[in-house]
Every structure is written in C-alpha cells, then in structure tokens.
C-alpha cells in the first residue's frame, strides 16, 4: 500500500494476485484470449502460445517451480485426477473443455511441463466453415449424407491436425432425435444436440485401483440403448469391442484414430487390434464391414489445418482391406 504505482501498475498487480488465487496464475490472460489455440509451458520461465496455427514465446512466467506446481495441482485436483512422483503424467481437463497434460520430474528433466489445448465456447460449425470459403456446400452434403445415411467414419491424421474439429462438424448432422453415447478419455467433443451421454476413462487411483479403460465404457455403451457412438479417439484395445459394436447393428459411429494417411489407416487399426487379442484376418474382415469412410485431416506449413482426402474401404481378392481415395485436396480448414 506505500509503494507509488501507478493506476495502470495498480490495476495490473491487482490483476495477477487474483488470477493467481482464483484462477490459473500467469495463464489466465492466454486461456482468456480467444486467438490462443493452444497453451506450452516449458518449465517455470518459459511459455510458448499458438495463434493462428503458429507458435510464439509468451512474456508471462511462473515464480519458480513450485508456483508451476501448485498450479498443476489446481487444475487436475477439479477433475479428480493427481500428479506426483508416483504418476508423474496426467491428463485432464478445464471446465469448459479443454485438455491438459502435465509432466513432472523426474520424467520431465528441465522442470514440470504443462500443455494446455483449448476449445472454443462455441465451436465452428459447418456454416462457419463455408462462410470461411474453406468448405465448398458440396462436401458438406456429401458428409451430411454419409452421417444421416448411417455410415460409420474414421477420422484420421496427426497430432493437432483437426481431428476433434472434424469429428464435432459430422456429429452436428446425427438428427436431434437419436441417442448418442459419446466415449473419451478426456472430455472434449462439443456437441449441441439434447439426447447425449458423455463417458470419459477413468486412471487407476494411488493404490493402482478403480481404472476403467475406453474399452470399459465401449462396451458399457452398448447396454445403454445408443443409437450413436462416437469415440473421441481409437489407441487401443477398444478398437475390437468398437469394430464388434459397429458389426452388430450399431451403424453411424464415429471416431478418430492416429495415422500418416487414410491408406495407413488398416495398419494402424491392425497393430490396435494385436493388443486386444485381435489376429490379423480376423480384424479386415471385420474392418470391411465395420468402416465406410475415412476422412483424413492435416495441418499446412502455415499452420492451417485442412480436411485433405475423403477415403472408402474396399475388402480385397485376398481378404485384406484397402483404401480408395474419392477425394483429394480439398482445402477444407478446419481451424
């Protein structure tokens, strides 16, 4: 209170103690601007900011690493996730959605690392994307179609390629009438209709207890009457369960799974379906049947992202599924 600032210098300290107390310390000015996609912190002194699909250092910093800790420790303490020298990763996630991940030392050498991915309040939607210019009315009936007509759709691509974005959009045509069952690790899908069912997994707790895995929760849903079921993302085991739901009746699913490009997809689901016990035969034929489209998205050098190549899956001569590429190079941006 003795100390001569200035209005400015006084509103600004004023500023920082209470997003320190009440929110997320030096973050919350990034978390609320609504150009920042996404959030890197590199230790206590160093943040990086995307916007605009680039990277760029941040002024703000942390105190020191306990600052950066207690932070970490206020975010995932809301979900009901915990960080420490026993489960040094975590990943969790904001109030309004968007994903975090932590690591800490020992696996973190420099310090703990934080990444936070945001999400917009109001998600693009289809009109948005083609008031952008960047999606033609043609393909957003041709996806529209494919969803209404119950095809089941793979989203693939690399990591912050769109994926989510992607899967949000197709979602957006299911008809206000059916159930959806929706199936995430960490809760990030957006969707606006009414009749919905969000799940998300569940980590073992200190005493290694009380985890439910995707696959849990895939075949949970299938007790729950759904008419959809959308994956947030495909990385293990619960591909079988999820390609066995899709062949038994449940059509129009949807998910995203990791992979360089459409044709890479079947290799991709092939190495997850080994983990789950799946041999090599059995998982095309049920591919086949199972996945219609795949929709691949990627990220420019620009930073923009962009849905690059729409895929059908044909079963061979010989029983293996290969890919069909319909469409190419389409400059669909994403966000």
């Known amino acids: ?27 919350e000015p990034f978390l609320r601007d609504p150009e920042v996609t996404e959030v890197m912190v590199n230790g206590a002194t160093t943040i990086y900011i995307e916007r605009g699909g680039r990277i760029f250092p941040a002024e703000g910093r942390f105190t020191d690493d306990a600052h950066l800790r207690r932070t970490i420790d206020k975010i995932v303490g809301r979900v009901g996730r915990r960080v420490d020298e026993a489960s040094p990763m975590v990943d969790a996630r904001l109030p309004d959605g968007s994903r975090v991940n932590a690591v800490i030392p020992p696996l973190s050498v420099d310090g703990p690392s934080l990444t936070i991915r945001k999400f917009a309040t109001d998600p693009y939607g289809t009109e948005d994307l083609i008031s952008f210019g960047t999606l033609t009315t043609t393909v957003a009936e041709f996806l529209s179609q494919c969803v209404v007509g119950r095809l089941n759709i793979m989203v693939s691509g690399g990591t912050g390629a769109g994926k989510t974005t992607t899967l949000n959009v197709l979602s957006s045509f299911i008809p206000e009438d059916e159930r959806i ?20 997994s569940r980590p073992p707790n200190i005493e290694g207890k009380g985890e439910v895995k995707i696959r849990d929760l895939v075949r949970n849903a299938l007790r729950m009457r759904p008419d959809r079921i959308v994956v947030g993302e495909v990385r293990g085991a619960e591909v079988v369960d999820l390609l066995a739901a899709l062949n038994t ?32 035969a059995a998982l095309h034929s049920q591919l086949s049947a199972a996945c219609q489209v795949v929709l691949h998205t990627a990220r420019v050098r620009d930073g923009r992202r962009h849905l690059s190549e729409i895929a059908v899956l044909r079963r061979a001569p010989d029983g293996t599924v290969t890919v069909v590429t319909v469409s190419s190079g389409l400059s669909v941006v994403l966000a």
């Open 1 to 27: 209170e003795e100390t001569p600032l200035t209005v400015t210098d006084r509103a600004r300290l004023a500023q920082e103690i209470a997003d320190d107390i009440l929110g997320y310390g030096p973050l």
């Open 181 to 200: 069952i929706t199936i995430e690790d960490a809760a990030e899908l957006q969707l606006d209709q009414e009749h919905i069912v969000r799940l998300e």
């Open 249 to 280: 009746g449940h059509e129009g699913g949807a998910g995203t799974v990791h992979a360089n490009s459409p044709a890479e997809v079947p290799a991709r689901m092939e190495a997850l379906a080994a983990v789950g016990g799946l041999d090599r």
